[in-house]
C-alpha cells in the first residue's frame, strides 16, 4: 500500500539558510498534518490544511510557512534557519470523509540539521 | 495541555507484560496509541473513540476511561520488536490535531 513520501529524507543548512520540505500524501488524503521532533522529545504540531486551505495551526515559528497545493502535496518553508530548528520533521495525511479519518499516517520524515 | 505518561521508561525481559498509563487535565474526546523507534516515524497502533471502550490488536490492547479522562495500553508477553517509545496522543475536535503524551521508552530484553 502506498505511504506518505518525505523529501528529502536529510537535510543540512547552515544559520540563516531557507529549506523546503515536501510532503506527498497517501493517495486519497486529503488533511496533511506538520509535526516537529526535537532530539529526545516528543512530536510537536505545527499546522494542518484541509483541502488546500489551512485548518489548525500550533507552535509554528514566525519564519515558517506552509500550503498544500491543488495535488494535495504539501510544502513547509522554512527561512532565517537557526540552531533550535534542527529536529526530525514528520509530515502526517488523512482521509477526513473516511471511517477512519481520524487515523494518521505518519511519512519516514525529513531530518534536518542546521549548522 | 500535555498528557502526562507514566512510567517514562520501563525494561522488560521477553514474555514480560507491561502497562503504560496516559493521563489528561483536559477532557478527552479520542486517544491515539503510537510507537515509534528511534529515528523513524510513529506507527500508528489503535485509536479510541469512546470513553470505557477497550480494544486489542495482536497482544497489545488499550483502555479508555473517559470520566477519569486516562488512557491505559497494555502490552502482553512483550516481544524484542515492543521495544520503542510509545506515545499516546489526544486528538479530536474540529482539525483532530494530535497532542502527544510526554513519551514512555519500553526496551525489551531477551
Known amino acids: 500500500a502506498a505511504g506518505v513520501i518525505q523529501s528529502p529524507r536529510h537535510l543540512i543548512k547552515e544559520k540563516r539558510e531557507t529549506a523546503t520540505l515536501k510532503c506527498y500524501p497517501i493517495p486519497r488524503h486529503d488533511t496533511v498534518y506538520w509535526y516537529q521532533q526535537g532530539p529526545g522529545q516528543d512530536p510537536q504540531f505545527l499546522i494542518s490544511?484541509?483541502?488546500?486551505?489551512?485548518?489548525d495551526k500550533g507552535s509554528i515559528p514566525d519564519r515558517f510557512s506552509a500550503q498544500q497545493f491543488s495535488d494535495y502535496h504539501s510544502e513547509l518553508n522554512m527561512s532565517s534557519l537557526e540552531l533550535g530548528d534542527s529536529a526530525l520533521y514528520f509530515c502526517a495525511s488523512s482521509f477526513y470523509l473516511s471511517p477512519r479519518a481520524l487515523e494518521q499516517f505518519f511519512g519516514p520524515g525529513t531530518r534536518l540539521t542546521v549548522l | 495541555q500535555q498528557p502526562v505518561q507514566s512510567p517514562q521508561a520501563v525494561i522488560l525481559r521477553e514474555g514480560e507484560d507491561a502497562v503504560i498509563n496516559c493521563s489528561s487535565s483536559?477532557?478527552?474526546?479520542?486517544v491515539h496509541w503510537y510507537r515509534q523507534k528511534h529515528g523513524e516515524a510513529p506507527v500508528f497502533l489503535m485509536i479510541?473513540?469512546?470513553?470505557?471502550e477497550q480494544k486489542g490488536h495482536e497482544k497489545i490492547s488499550a483502555s479508555f476511561n473517559e470520566k477519569k479522562q486516562q488512557s491505559s495500553l497494555y502490552l502482553t508477553a512483550s516481544q524484542l520488536s515492543y521495544s520503542g517509545t510509545y506515545f499516546c496522543g489526544t486528538g479530536g475536535g474540529a482539525t483532530n490535531k494530535l497532542i502527544f503524551g510526554t513519551g514512555t521508552l519500553l526496551a525489551v530484553q531477551p
Open positions: 479510541l473513540l469512546k470513553g470505557g
Open positions: 483536559k477532557a478527552l474526546y479520542s
Open positions: 490544511f484541509y483541502e488546500k486551505m489551512q485548518s
